[in-house]
């Protein structure tokens, strides 16, 4: 069982102010089967008052407006979570689990996650690499989808700001570089084709420090992969780094894609650009520091201060418009 | 029987002279004999009496009436957008007590199922576990909202306000061509229709016990009201997407008739969570909006993002129950058109009865055998893509060209699930008055249900819209296609009549 506290602040800027900014942020660790989200509390500024809601697949949505004139919006969200590890699964399953799958799309609960989305989509180019990376029902399901898991991970280069969050999955098909957001897309779009339902999380990893050299990967929000398996249920697996997730993930929201839990959705009236950088901080906390309390499910103001930011990451332009929209 | 001799269409009378009867057709006016149907036996005598140069001033009086008050709607073509004066027939279709008694009691019915299948969907699914819907098609449809699974929807009334498309077959029974569960227009015409009709032709109404339409605005305001907690207090507006949208003369229209507040998405915003109105004294809160915008504009933060006809929030607002919306988001489901050939499995299944009016038979492109007879048969059917309205998007096989037949060959099999097919409909005829003459033409009857969630919260003022097909010879009754509407006289009881006479 692991703690942790996370940071993530999201700033605004506008050239010049704006108005009637109207917002939703997507940023509250869920509290289902794996983990618990212990505290977590959101400030804006400037002040607004803000409201929760939960979608369809009870994320938890907080939303506000903000009618008067600013030229800056800053959101600071701090959390602070208990994740377990999950099941022992077994090494591999039986061929029959194909059989299973196929029982469970036709009693239509999963049609969400295999029907195409608006990312993770059939293109020319995914049936290519589909081809590629190689399929064959004579292995088991959890085999052939652990394979797959590698497979993302070796054919594609991590390269930070190589495509925005909201690219289609072609760009990063082409260049053979991307995001985390690619690497997921990718392989939701193929799991789903060969008859695995899958979903896109959007999330918060801890890397330890030495593995965190090599791939800066903590330093802003994380999405990998649920793929679900009748005899097993949800298993999470992170292509960009060829894990299964265990213990190290915090899962914040799930959905078809990037389009159904982007952190924050917004419109504002004016016509200044913005610019917008995020910074999110993830540090293991042990338990002895958190509150009894707490642990009941009361409420616990954390008692450090917000952490300088580990990093600091300016997205391009593209992304603020897809997360923004000017009015 | 003298009376009933007279009424007959004397031989060789001028303005008859043109008028079809024929057994391919269910004619509203007459019997296969010529002698006149008893609830229009009067009418027939007041235009025997009238003659034709009275009845051509009458039209033409009505005609200036509409073009006065502004009366239009508007067709958009390919290439130009046009506003045109509702064309308009002077002659009423009649309907008896009796027959209105069934298409009463099967609208209801009707829409009480629909309601209680668009609830189920969005919760429990068991009428998709228990397979008699297939789910594939409901998740697959475009107006499926995801968004509103698990939400509650004010008194489990998804569809406040209902247009039935009803059609006459050679049989004389009345079937359900299609629902319009969404945005229904066309209620200001069939009110309109009974204003200027009352105003040129007072006579006419002479002798028959008509009953009323007048309380439409009433009972919509008070199914409206009765969303909210609040009831009679409660702020209700109309949303409208504003001038350029085809019924805006019908907003207009509604807003005044109800004495409330007509806003485009601008005169809104959304504060902590709440709707409020932009008034001269300030941000008044808003209960009910009575939505003439489509689903998919209302809201740019969750629908189409390029939408500048919502208001940015509302969504959230509405899921947190600060807000009403009439109709409910995510109706569409029901009156998708492959969704309606279910109507009447719905009724058996949530409600334990057999359908008082029957649909018309429907073949689903996305079934393979279906599409088969489809495809070999697309000169004699109509195919319609499953989600269009208005008369667009649709092929009527025996008037179409063999390019024409091979471009939807082409849609069809490229998305199936798309479209639906229906035989030719023989729609019944009524009489209008046309250049000089008294001629049949086809109609159709569009009545307005307002449903309260319940049958016994459920008002169908008694009538409806009756739109015409013009052009002699045309089936598409589609304003946007060329057609014109008549009044819409729903008789008092049978009994009355007798004992009047």
């Known amino acids: 069982m692991n703690y942790f506290t996370i940071h993530h602040h999201t700033r605004y800027r506008y050239e010049s102010a704006v108005s009637e900014s109207?917002?939703?942020?997507?940023?509250?660790?869920?509290?289902?089967?794996?983990?618990?989200?212990?505290?977590?509390?959101?400030?804006?500024?400037?002040?607004?008052?803000?409201?929760?809601?939960?979608?369809?697949?009870?994320?938890?949505?907080?939303?506000?407006?903000?009618?008067?004139?600013?030229?800056?919006?800053?959101?600071?969200?701090?959390?602070?979570?208990?994740?377990?590890?999950?099941?022992?699964?077994?090494?591999?399953?039986?061929?029959?689990?194909?059989?299973?799958?196929?029982?469970?799309?036709?009693?239509?609960?999963?049609?969400?996650?295999?029907?195409?989305?608006?990312?993770?989509?059939?293109?020319?180019?995914?049936?290519?690499?589909?081809?590629?990376?190689?399929?064959?029902?004579?292995?088991?399901?959890?085999?052939?989808?652990?394979?797959?898991?590698?497979?993302?991970?070796?054919?594609?280069?991590?390269?930070?700001?190589?495509?925005?969050?909201?690219?289609?999955?072609?760009?990063?098909?082409?260049?053979?570089?991307?995001?985390?957001?690619?690497?997921?897309?990718?392989?939701?779009?193929?799991?789903?084709?060969?008859?695995?339902?899958?979903?896109?999380?959007?999330?918060?990893?801890?890397?330890?420090?030495?593995?965190k050299q090599q791939q800066d990967l903590s330093s802003a929000s994380h999405a990998w992969v649920e793929a679900y398996l009748p005899a097993v249920g949800w298993i999470g697996l992170d292509p960009t780094n060829s894990l299964r997730v265990e213990d190290k993930h915090v899962r914040v929201a799930i959905g078809r894609d990037y389009e159904d839990v982007p952190p924050t959705r917004g419109i504002y009236k004016g016509e200044a650009k913005s610019e917008l950088t995020v910074g999110v901080h993830i540090s293991e906390t042990e338990d002895e520091e958190i509150p009894t309390d707490l642990l009941d499910n009361g409420h616990w103001t954390p008692r450090e201060h917000v952490e300088e930011l580990s990093s600091e990451v300016k997205l391009n332009n593209d992304e603020q418009q897809q997360q923004q929209q000017q009015q | 029987m003298a009376t009933q001799k007279e009424a007959e269409i004397p031989p060789g009378l001028a303005l008859f002279s043109n008028y079809a009867l024929d057994t391919d057709y269910f004619d509203e006016m007459f019997q296969l004999d010529g002698r006149p149907r008893d609830a229009y036996r009067k009418l027939l005598q007041s235009i025997l009496e009238l003659q034709a140069t009275e009845l051509t001033q009458r039209q033409q009086a009505a005609d200036l009436t509409f073009l006065n008050r502004g009366i239009t709607f508007t067709v958009y073509g390919e290439e130009s957008t046009i506003e045109r004066i509702f064309?308009?027939?002077?002659?009423?279709?009649?309907?008896?007590?009796?027959?209105?008694?069934?298409?009463?009691?099967?609208?209801?019915?009707?829409?009480?199922?629909?309601?209680?299948?668009?609830?189920?969907?969005?919760?429990?699914?068991?009428?998709?576990?228990?397979?008699?819907?297939?789910?594939?098609?409901?998740?697959?449809?475009?107006?499926?909202?995801?968004?509103?699974?698990?939400?509650?929807?004010?008194?489990?009334?998804?569809?406040?306000?209902?247009?039935?498309?009803?059609?006459?077959?050679?049989?004389?029974?009345?079937?359900?061509?299609?629902?319009?569960?969404?945005?229904?227009s066309g209620v200001s015409y069939m009110l309109a229709n009974r204003e200027v009709m009352t105003q040129v032709f007072p006579g006419m109404f002479g002798g028959y016990g008509i009953r009323s339409i007048g309380h439409y605005g009433q009972a919509l305001l008070e199914r409206l009201q009765a969303l909210t907690p609040k009831g009679r207090d409660a702020t209700v507006v109309l949303l409208t997407p504003g001038i350029f949208n085809s019924a805006y003369f019908e907003h207009t229209f509604l807003a005044r008739m109800?004495?409330?507040?007509?806003?485009?998405?601008?005169?809104?915003?959304?504060?902590?969570?709440?709707?409020?109105?932009?008034?001269?004294?300030?941000?008044?809160?808003?209960?009910?909006?009575?939505?003439?915008?489509?689903?998919?504009?209302?809201?740019?933060?969750?629908?189409?993002?390029?939408?500048?006809?919502?208001?940015?929030?509302?969504?959230?607002?509405?899921?947190?129950?600060?807000?009403?919306?009439?109709?409910?988001?995510?109706?569409?489901?029901?009156?998708?058109?492959?969704?309606?050939?279910?109507?009447?499995?719905?009724?058996?299944?949530?409600?334990?009865?057999?359908?008082?009016?029957?649909?018309?038979?429907?073949?689903?492109?996305?079934?393979?055998?279906?599409?088969?007879?489809?495809?070999?048969?697309?000169?004699?059917?109509?195919?319609?893509?499953?989600?269009?309205?208005?008369?667009?998007?649709?092929?009527?096989?025996?008037?179409?060209?063999?390019?024409?037949?091979?471009?939807?060959?082409?849609?069809?099999?490229?998305?199936?699930?798309?479209?639906?097919?229906?035989?030719?409909?023989?729609?019944?005829?009524?009489?209008?008055?046309?250049?000089?003459?008294?001629?049949?033409?086809?109609?159709?009857?569009?009545?307005?249900?307002?449903?309260g969630g319940s049958p016994d919260e459920t008002v169908i003022v008694p009538g409806g819209l009756t739109r015409v097909a013009l052009r002699e010879g045309s089936l598409v009754v589609n304003s946007s296609q060329g057609g014109g509407s008549k009044d819409t006289w729903v008789l008092e009881h049978a009994e009355l009549q007798e004992r009047e006479n």
């Open chain 1, 22 to 211: 109207t917002m939703e942020v997507r940023m509250q660790p869920r509290t289902d089967r794996q983990q618990r989200c212990l505290n977590f509390q959101l400030e804006i500024s400037p002040h607004a008052q803000i409201l929760t809601t939960g979608d369809c697949v009870q994320n938890m949505i907080h939303y506000f407006d903000i009618p008067r004139n600013h030229a800056e919006l800053v959101l600071r969200a701090h959390s602070l979570v208990m994740v377990q590890e999950g099941p022992v699964l077994p090494d591999a399953l039986d061929e029959t689990e194909w059989d299973a799958l196929l029982e469970t799309a036709a009693a239509g609960r999963m049609w969400d996650w295999l029907a195409p989305s608006h990312y993770a989509r059939p293109t020319s180019l995914l049936a290519e690499f589909s081809e590629e990376v190689g399929f064959s029902r004579e292995q088991d399901p959890l085999t052939a989808i652990l394979q797959l898991n590698e497979s993302i991970h070796n054919a594609f280069e991590y390269t930070p700001l190589s495509t925005a969050v909201d690219s289609p999955i072609d760009i990063a098909l082409e260049n053979r570089r991307g995001v985390c957001q690619d690497y997921t897309h990718v392989m939701i779009a193929l799991l789903r084709q060969r008859g695995i339902p899958a979903r896109y999380i959007s999330g918060y990893v801890f890397q330890e420090p030495e593995k």
């Open chain 2, 87 to 184: 064309p308009y027939d002077i002659l009423p279709r009649i309907i008896s007590a009796q027959e209105w008694n069934t298409i009463e009691r099967g609208l209801i019915q009707r829409i009480h199922a629909i309601n209680l299948f668009l609830r189920d969907v969005y919760h429990e699914g068991r009428i998709l576990q228990e397979q008699v819907v297939p789910f594939d098609l409901i998740y697959s449809c475009k107006n499926y909202q995801r968004e509103m699974r698990g939400l509650h929807v004010a008194n489990d009334v998804y569809t406040t306000i209902v247009g039935t498309d009803l059609v006459r077959l050679p049989d004389g029974e009345f079937a359900v061509l299609e629902d319009n569960l969404r945005v229904p």
């Open chain 2, 258 to 451: 109800m004495g409330i507040e007509l806003v485009e998405g601008a005169d809104l915003l959304i504060r902590d969570g709440f709707v409020y109105m932009r008034t001269t004294g300030g941000l008044q809160r808003v209960d009910v909006i009575y939505r003439r915008v489509d689903e998919e504009f209302i809201d740019p933060l969750h629908f189409r993002t390029d939408s500048v006809l919502g208001i940015p929030g509302l969504f959230n607002a509405y899921r947190a129950g600060n807000v009403t919306l009439a109709n409910a988001m995510g109706t569409g489901i029901a009156d998708d058109k492959a969704v309606y050939a279910f109507v009447p499995e719905m009724i058996r299944f949530y409600l334990g009865e057999d359908p008082i009016l029957q649909n018309v038979e429907t073949y689903l492109c996305g079934r393979e055998s279906e599409r088969k007879y489809v495809l070999e048969n697309l000169d004699k059917l109509v195919v319609k893509a499953v989600g269009e309205s208005g008369g667009y998007g649709m092929l009527i096989g025996p008037f179409s060209t063999k390019g024409e037949r091979e471009k939807f060959r082409q849609q069809i099999q490229a998305d199936p699930r798309n479209y639906i097919a229906q035989p030719t409909l023989r729609l019944s005829r009524a009489p209008c008055y046309i250049d000089g003459n008294v001629v049949s033409r086809h109609v159709d009857l569009r009545p307005f249900i307002l449903y």
